[in-house]
């Protein structure tokens, strides 16, 4: 005659459905929360852009420049908007027909590429814009 005991594995299994149910909690808390700090509004409109330092820095105090960043990964923002460089050539015409006297302030990153700085230059030589300033840090 064959007696079975109790059999151990019950317990082992509503641990197992406890340890799922707090496992896809955290999942569910981890992809929430790292949403919610990538797309935060505050963090969208600040441009990683390192500029270089120079000894000579003087500040620029009008409010008619227009703002063109280069990032190290060769994004461009026009006013801290991601654009390509058909929508930097639009954005400028525009902006230039309201504003004869424009003056751009080309802020580049101390690592991007040069090329995507020559870039930018060029659309700007292409559209025979006058005023260009290159946006430095003043190194003390």
């Known amino acids: 005659m064959k007696i079975s005991g109790r059999r151990g594995y019950m317990g082992a299994l509503e641990s197992v459905a406890m340890t799922d149910i707090i496992l896809n909690m955290f999942i569910f808390f981890f992809i929430s929360f790292s949403l919610l700090y990538t797309f935060n509004a505050s963090r969208l409109h600040k441009l990683g852009v390192n500029i270089p330092k120079a000894k000579t820095a003087t500040p620029v105090d009008d409010a008619r420049v227009i703002n063109i960043s280069v990032a190290k990964n060769g994004i461009i923002y026009f006013e801290k908007e991601a654009v390509t460089l058909d929508e930097l050539v639009d954005g400028i015409e525009l902006t230039k027909s309201k504003n004869p ?8 990153d101390q690592t991007a590429p040069f090329k995507d700085v020559a ?14 300033g290159i946006a430095v840090e003043a190194d003390r």
Not at 101 to 108: E, F, I, Q, S
Not at 119 to 132: A, F, P, S, W
């Open 101 to 108: 006297g424009l003056r751009v302030l080309v802020r580049a």
């Open 119 to 132: 870039k930018v230059l060029d659309v700007l030589n292409g559209l025979r814009v006058q005023n260009i």
